[in-house]
Every structure is written in C-alpha cells, then in structure tokens.
C-alpha cells in the first residue's frame, strides 16, 4: 500500500542535542509537508517542499531545518532542541492539483530531557 | 485572516447517540474543506474532502456537509471505535498547498 513512513517513531534526545527526523514516501507526491502538533492542539505548519522549492513559515524558529534530497524522502533537523520543542511531530505529503488532500504519517513522539 | 474554529472542544455520547460536530470558517475563496480523524499518538486519517456548498459525502457512520459558512460532520448511532479528536481544515483558493487546521473537538463515546 502506498503510505508514508516516518522513523523514528520516539525519540528521546538532550537538551541542546542535535536531532533528525526523517519521512518517506510511496505516493510520488510532489509535496511533502513538516508539522508540530502539541497535546490538545491543531497541527502547526514548519515549512513545506513544492517538488524542490523549499517554503517556510514565517513563524518557524531558525532552529528548525529540513532536508529534501529526492521525491521519496524528507528530513527534519532540529539544531538545538530546547523544552519546548518536545512535541509530536508529523509529516504529510500532497499531489499537484486543484484539490490536494493532505496525507499523513504516523508521527514522531519528540522528547527532551 | 483566514480562520477555523471547531466547536465543541469535547463531546461524550453513549454508544448509539446520534449528533453532530461544527466547523466554521472564514477563508478568502473556499477551494476545499478536509476531515481528519485523529487517534491518539497517531497521524490524522483523512476522511472527507468538500468542495462546494451543498455537497455531503458519506462513510460508514459518518456524513459531512458543507454550507457557504461551515461543516457539519454527523455521526449516526456511534460506536466507542468511533472515539477520536476530528480535525477540520480548510483550503484557500489564493494558497496553492497549505491547509489551516482547526484544534479539533475530541469525541468519547461511552458503551
């Protein structure tokens, strides 16, 4: 089935650590999408790849990198993860096209200590 | 400013009770409106796209609808598999691929 994956599924990192978090793909979407959902709240949108074309939201701290090498994958780095980034973080992807319905992965449980 | 508000923030039905989640939004030119159940520590599972006023779409115990102002998600004779937070978001026609999500109501249903 075509699906979206995303590893780790938790991750348990350090104060100030460096972390990647990392997302593919099978449905040849052209978009791929990097959100942060805190418990009770909607998901917020980091930044966006339309094909190579890298989006970011104005509100997204510089601490916050993503990586795009081919259709299939995309990563997220976070620099320097302070509390307030533990959260869970979810990735999505889209076709091209007037209606673009978001699909998304299972998510990574973020933690840090 | 492009807007979605959901309303109720929770609701708890007993298994078989029948009613009915809101989405109100406010967008410069509608292109679609999503559905989203969300499990907890999960992803959100598209359920629903609407694209135009008086447009309903149906799956198993579930029917949205949408007006020129908001969505309803309905829900017949629920059951406690149906618990979940659904989320609802919204397409403008000037974003070429960026939704905005309302925070969701999270529904209980009790056996």
């Known amino acids: 089935d075509a699906m979206v994956i995303q590893n780790p599924r938790y991750q348990v990192t350090q104060f100030g650590k460096p972390v990647t978090l990392s997302c593919s793909q099978t449905l040849n979407h052209n978009v791929m999408y990097w959100y942060q959902q805190k418990s009770s709240q909607a998901p917020k949108l980091l930044f966006h790849?339309?094909?190579?074309?890298?989006?970011n939201e104005a509100d997204t701290p510089d601490n916050f990198q993503s990586r795009r090498p081919n259709t299939s994958f995309c990563f997220l780095d976070i620099r320097s993860p302070g509390l307030g980034d533990a959260a869970m973080y979810l990735c999505?992807?889209?076709?091209?096209?007037?209606?673009?319905?978001?699909?998304f992965g299972p998510g990574t449980r973020l933690t840090v200590l | 400013e492009d807007q979605v508000t959901q309303s109720p923030e929770a609701l708890r039905l007993q298994e078989g009770e029948s009613s009915s989640l809101n989405c109100s939004y406010t967008?410069?030119?509608?292109?679609?409106l999503f559905w989203y159940r969300q499990d907890p520590g999960k992803g959100p599972e598209f359920l629903f796209t609407l694209y135009s006023a008086g447009e309903e779409k149906e799956k198993e115990r579930l029917k949205a609808t949408l007006t020129k102002k908001e969505s309803f998600l309905h829900i017949t004779a629920p059951k406690p598999e149906d618990s979940a937070t659904y989320l609802c978001?919204?397409?403008?026609?000037?974003?070429?691929?960026?939704?905005?999500f309302g925070s969701g109501t999270r529904l209980s249903i009790r056996p």
């Open positions: 790849y339309y094909d190579k074309d890298f989006n």
């Open positions: 967008v410069s030119g509608l292109r679609g």
């Open positions: 978001a919204v397409q403008a026609a000037s974003s070429a691929s960026k939704i905005i």
């Open positions: 999505a992807t889209s076709g091209i096209g007037s209606y673009n319905e978001q699909f």
